[in-house]
């Protein structure tokens, strides 16, 4: 499996290196906004700036003179085609360095929703202005940049319409209030995003959310059923010549000191990035640090199987989407090929230093290509090392069609035969009238451990991700044995099916239309059989309600029916345990989320029925308050109450979130996490001062406790206090 992964390696450089010899000055690309859509704009001709403005949020005199101004902006939701509440005016230039990007809305101050001070929260909720930007022009995957009024940004990667929120890199943005409105100006150096050097076309959209009232306003709208800031809303801007990077190199420097009950010591770490051109980057880590990650938010598992958690760090996120494979996302990871967490972590002795990793990622023409290796601590045995490699490449063949490639090697523990190989197909087109329709098929399969293994898993999808008609169906097959190493599995011999369905109206005149934004009604099924067809498992939900209203609020009951043939035991909690047969339970849920643009607001989740052969009641809620853009306060609790005949079980998990911002430099995280099923308690608060984007500094604590014999009975798990400062250098 080595060789098999060397010689894929050799591959994809020898196709990177064909691919570069064939893209030629000539070849244009073709203006595929051109939809004849009412919204769809005309290729934008953007001019070189003879100033460079400058970054503060003011409009100084001229400095936007070269600019192409852009005004025709329409709402998107609630009322597709309604004129904007606040007018929006948006400026778009350029020099060989950076992208500028500015935008005045004119609005009342007090009509503006800014709670958000500290960088890096969430400003979803908050009125912000941004774009996405394509920057191959292909509508598969772009970038996005966000900006809220007190200049808090938001980054992260579109892969057609998923989005990765985790990611993040270097630009510049800065805004200010006035009495009439708020201006923004973003700078995004061509250091920052990776773009073929000979394409003088990329795409861009333009996107202004208000809080109160809700409205989403874009410029560009290719397809009025899809979300507006994915990938193939963009617009074509062209002229874009004379575009640098430098000689391509960055160099992140960390030094952090870590301290614990153990030991205290001085860590040094280094992140060297290399631009081999400007749509290929090669990066290595040495010594690397993640100490200052946000640690998870765990929510309670009623199930049977292990969880999923994102990644969030910085070193395997970038250019992440490059190794997605066979539409594989997180709402059912079962079978995902590759799965960056399992790097730095063991069953045994769960976190693991990484020594060094070298990593290429990037796109040539129409191919995309990702190489990752890692060489880190073995799991069971941390004097010794093991090496962590996976190789992804994919291939645009056709406008509508993707054919890839994926190989794995290695494991934690350095067992044998731990490697991987796969091929996908992905399929993007439009349907009936515009309404976007993607599909998936995928193979893979590992290496055995002994004779006779069924160690193959392989599924199709398709999904229609449109407005008013949505769908979404899968297969997947997954074999008794398959174990990818560097994957993520939680649930093998299985055979899955899914289909889950919305049908959405959205009123355009008259009363409901005065009141709400849409009415929808739901269906989901899922079914998982055994390898031998057997059934295992089935669940009905049916939501015949669900209306969003003006304010974004929103509310729907549903109805789940499940059937459940357990083939072992499953103990939940400490006092029931439901024994091996066959099950049939149903529940009512109601939910209720409230206007996330005041001070006070939050969600709340009720559900009464049967689980298994027990009743149960369930409640969720979560409660959000922010006084001003200074505080921020989050208290979410969930609680299960089973009984069945004279057993109980009681089950709650209670999270707080708190963030103080001081001023736009300094900041004050910190996360409480409470869990009976576990019986956990876990501490994290993070210092936080970054007065540019380059340098950061932080002090985090991290406190893990089992909490099975009660608070004065403790037993501390987990303890760090980390000093950790990082630093950027560009040429």
Known sequence: MKKQLSLLSIAILSSCSLAAESVQLENEI??????????????????????????????????????????DFVVFRPSLGDKPIYPVTAYLSYDENFLYVAAEIHQPRNTITDRVLTQGSDLWNEDYFGITLDTNY??????????????????????????????????????????DGWRVEMAIPMQSISFEKNIETWGIQLRHKLSSPYQQVYWNLNDGEANGWTAGQVAPISGL?????????????????????????????????????????????????????????VDMNMSRFAQYFDEKRDFFLQDSQVFNFGGINDGYPNAMAFYSRRIGQGKTDGILDINWGTKLTGQIGDTRVGVLSVNQQRDGDKDETTQLSVARVSQQVADHHQVGLITTQGSADNRENAGLWGVDYRYESSIFNEQRIEGYGWYQKTEKQHEDEDTKAYGVQLYLPNDAVYFRAKYRYVGDNFDPALGFVNRKGVQYYEFVNHLRYRPANGWLADHINYFQTNVFYWQTDDTNNDRLSQEYRLRP????????????????????????????????????????????????????????????????????????????????????????????????????????????????????????????????????????????TRLRYQSKPDELYQLTLSQGYDMEDGWHERVKTADETALKLNYIFRW
């Open 138 to 179: 292909d509508k598969r995957d772009a970038y996005l940049f966000h900006v809220s009024p007190s200049g808090v940004k938001e980054d992260g990667l579109v892969d057609g319409t998923d989005y990765i929120g985790q990611w993040s890199t270097l630009w510049y943005a800065k805004t200010a209030v006035f009495d």
């Open 30 to 71: 073709k203006d595929t906004s051109s939809t004849g859509y009412a919204f769809s704009r005309a290729n934008l001709n953007l001019k070189k700036t003879r100033v460079a403005p400058v970054i503060d949020g003011q409009f100084s005199a001229n400095e936007w003179q070269d600019a192409v101004q852009i005004t």
């Open 241 to 297: 010549q004379g575009l640098e990077q430098g000689i391509g190199v960055e160099l992140r420097p960390g030094l952090a000191y870590k301290s614990n009950d153990v030991e205290s010591e001085w860590i040094p770490s280094l992140d060297a990035f290399y631009k081999i051109t400007p749509s290929l980057t090669g990066v290595v880590t040495v010594n690397t640090d993640f100490s200052g990650t946000e640690v998870d938010e």
């Open 545 to 684: 309600f669900q209306v969003e209203f003006k304010d974004s609020s929103l509310f729907y009951i549903q109805h789940e029916t499940r059937k459940e043939n357990l083939k072992t035991p499953f103990k939940m909690g400490r006092n029931i345990t439901f024994m091996d047969d066959e099950f049939r339970f149903s529940r009512w849920y109601a939910y209720y989320r409230s206007d996330s643009s005041k001070p006070i607001y939050g969600n709340v989740r009720v559900s009464r029925g049967e689980f298994y052969d027990s009743d149960m009641k369930h409640l969720e809620f979560t409660l959000n308050y922010k006084p001003n853009k200074h505080l921020s306060f989050e208290l979410s609790r969930q609680n299960y109450y089973y009984q069945r005949e004279s057993q109980r079980e009681n089950m709650f998990g209670t999270r707080f979130k708190m963030d103080v911002a001081f001023d736009s430099d300094w900041s004050w995280n910190t996360l409480l996490q409470h869990n009976t099923q576990s019986d956990t308690l876990s501490v994290f």
